[in-house]
């Protein structure tokens, strides 16, 4: 009885573990700012520390931000950018608790960065 009660046990406890999935990607929002690859990028994390994110990460050969808020339940902001027609071309994809942000969240940043950039600020 003992051994059926562990085994029994033990088969509950696993098969919990293999049911947690992990969450899915983050999807991007995207669009189109106006400036140069470097001047996005240098906005965005002005717009970022503003907010009260620390930028982790920033390399403007790779066109790539990584920044963290460090207040509960915890966020991570990545942005991607590429020279694109007439300007550059961001995407953003943003983490809190570690579950992905929906884009229609971003898109409030991507416009007050696209107003910033097109203000000439």
Request: contains cysteine.
């Amino acid at each position: 009885m003992r051994r059926w009660l562990l085994g029994f046990v033990l088969t509950v406890t696993l098969g919990g573990c293999a049911s947690m999935a992990p969450p899915a990607p983050a999807e991007p929002a995207t669009g189109n700012v106006p400036g140069s690859v470097v001047e996005v990028l240098d906005e965005s994390m002005a717009l970022l520390m503003e907010s009260g994110y620390v930028i982790r990460h920033a390399d403007a050969d790779l066109g790539r931000v990584e920044a963290i808020l460090g207040r509960w339940p915890g966020y991570r902001v990545r942005l991607e950018v590429q020279p694109a027609e007439r300007g550059s071309r961001v995407e953003m994809t943003a983490l809190r608790g570690g579950y992905p942000l929906p884009p229609d969240l971003l898109e409030p940043w991507l416009m007050t960065l696209r107003s910033r950039l097109g203000s000439g600020l």
